[in-house]
């Protein structure tokens, strides 16, 4: 369901149910569409005053071309270039990835396997991954917590080179985020 509602005072004005196929998993928006990922290796672009589909892109490594299934919570961002880029969790994994919005492809990965101590990990879980990513615009700071992770972290990444072909950032996270909970 989507609910249109009073921007002062919050009450639904209309609702609205919509089937796009499957599960609805992160949701995210470019001033001109509605941005949905549904736990799959597709992003859908959907008219905020129709809400149908109106494209969608296959998530896929730009180097292999190999499918990325499991894409979950999704932050677009900006860069300095006015590059979009969608950054997406992989679901059951702690790794972010890049995805150029435009083609679909991931053009950067993060291993954040290391933000949680060993103890903090089984206190988790299994069930205990990075599922949560958010942007501030403003700071250019990024904000990562998990399921059932005891914290979250604040940050930024220092991207190598022109911020987009980097090989490599599994030291980078550690280094770059630090826990403000």
Do not use: H
């Not at 180097?63 to 860069?79: R, W």
């Not at 992770?149 to 490599?168: A, E, H, Q, T």
């Amino acid at each position: 369901f989507f609910f249109l509602r009073d921007v002062k005072s919050f009450r639904i004005l209309k609702q609205v149910s919509v089937d796009f196929g499957n599960e609805m998993w992160g949701l995210t928006n470019n001033q001109t569409y509605l941005i949905l990922s549904n736990g799959t290796e597709i992003i859908s672009f959907i008219s905020p005053k129709s809400l149908e589909i109106v494209s969608t892109i296959v998530v896929k490594d730009s180097k292999t071309n190999k499918i990325i299934k499991g894409i979950n919570e999704l932050e677009l961002i900006t860069l300095q270039n006015g590059r979009e880029i969608i950054i997406c969790n992989v679901f059951g994994k702690n790794l972010l990835i890049g995805v150029d919005l435009k083609t679909g492809y991931v053009i950067w990965y993060i291993d954040a396997n290391d933000l949680l101590t060993l103890e903090e990990k089984e206190e988790a879980g299994k069930s205990g991954v990075l599922n949560g990513v958010a942007w501030d615009k403003l700071s250019n700071k990024y904000f990562l917590t998990g399921k059932y992770w005891p914290k979250m972290f604040v940050g930024s990444f220092k991207l190598c080179g022109n911020g987009i072909n980097c090989d490599s950032f599994e030291n980078l996270i550690g280094d770059s985020l630090k826990d403000v909970l």
